[in-house]
């Protein structure tokens, strides 16, 4: 694995910047651009997938970490339901629910991964000088 420096560095935010970036293509492309109640809440909900991995990064310490990666997966969840609700009203299609709903799923998982992985590293950050 390569040393993680930054929060640029990892994975799962490469990941939620490119679902903040797919979301941006849909308000661009299908009716949700027009629509500012529900492109509101998914540009704020995309937006906290990748800004809470970054918060929680800038922390120093896997607890404060691991609990802004839960607010990611929760931001997860709630843009896939948008993305439902986006369906379900015929304002995108099947192809792009899928695709997206896809790319949520797998940094959902990802993030889930990875806070499993914190939860049991004897490394606990620059915050704590490695300690418990």
């Known amino acids: 694995m390569a040393k993680i420096e930054k929060f640029e560095d990892l994975e ?6 490119d679902i903040c970036k797919d979301i941006e293509i849909l308000f661009e492309t299908t009716g949700l651009g027009k629509r500012y109640s529900i492109k509101d809440q998914m540009d704020r909900s995309s937006g906290s997938i990748m800004d809470n991995i970054a918060e929680g990064f800038e922390r120093n310490g896997n607890r404060e970490f691991i609990n802004f990666l839960s607010y990611s997966k929760g931001s997860c969840g709630e843009l896939k339901s948008q993305l439902y609700r986006s369906f379900d009203k015929n304002i995108i299609s099947e192809e792009q629910f899928r695709v997206t709903s896809q790319k ?11 806070m499993k992985y914190l939860n049991n590293s004897e490394i606990k950050g620059l915050k704590f000088n490695n300690k418990q």
């Open 104 to 114: 949520i799923e797998l940094v959902k998982n990802k993030i889930g991964a990875f």
């Open 12 to 17: 799962i935010w490469n990941i939620s910047r």
